[in-house]
């Protein structure tokens, strides 16, 4: 402080610039993955048996059973889920994965599925958790 100023010299002003920056980038990654997050996924609770049930909701009255493969597979995509499909289609298990993750954590949202002869949904089972925390 001189004569009542604040002064900084340039080693203050870099951190403190370099500070401000690193926060903001913070802000801006957040935004930007909270943007990203599919809807079927967003805002689950922190709890994670009331997590899956949210997720396992969610799915059930967007995709009923007894819907259609395409239905299936036209809405996880549009949710950015990404498909590992067996062709030619069978009753095997079909899968859908969408990672997502923050700063600390990496956070993995699942759903398989079967389907008939005639292409139709006839079970399906979900999971979203934590793949690892730093």
Same mark, same amino acid.
Request: charged share 20%; proline share 5%; hydrophobic share 35%.
């Given at each position: 402080m001189i004569n009542g100023k604040i002064r900084l010299g340039w080693l203050e002003a870099f951190g403190l610039f @370099?500070?401000?920056? +690193?926060l903001g980038m913070l802000v801006a990654w957040n935004l930007a993955e909270?943007?990203?997050?599919? @809807?079927? &996924?967003? *805002?689950?609770?922190?709890?994670?048996v009331a997590a899956n049930r949210q997720f396992a909701e969610r799915l059930a009255?967007?995709?009923?059973?007894?819907?259609?493969d395409d239905e299936m597979i036209e809405?996880?995509?549009?949710? @950015?889920?990404? +498909?590992?499909?067996?062709r030619p289609l069978t009753t095997q298990e079909? !899968?859908? &994965? !969408? *990672?997502?993750s923050n700063i600390v954590c990496a956070v993995r949202a699942n759903v398989a599925w079967?389907? *008939?002869?005639? @292409?139709? &949904?006839?079970?399906?089972?979900?999971r979203v958790g934590e793949e690892g925390c730093w």
């Open positions: @370099g500070v401000t920056f +690193l909270r943007r990203s997050t599919p @809807g079927l &996924v967003r *805002d689950l609770s922190a709890e994670p009255r967007a995709v009923p059973i007894g819907s259609s809405f996880l995509s549009a949710q @950015g889920f990404k +498909l590992y499909r067996r079909q !899968h859908a &994965v !969408h *990672d997502m079967r389907v *008939d002869a005639s @292409g139709r &949904v006839t079970s399906m089972t979900s």
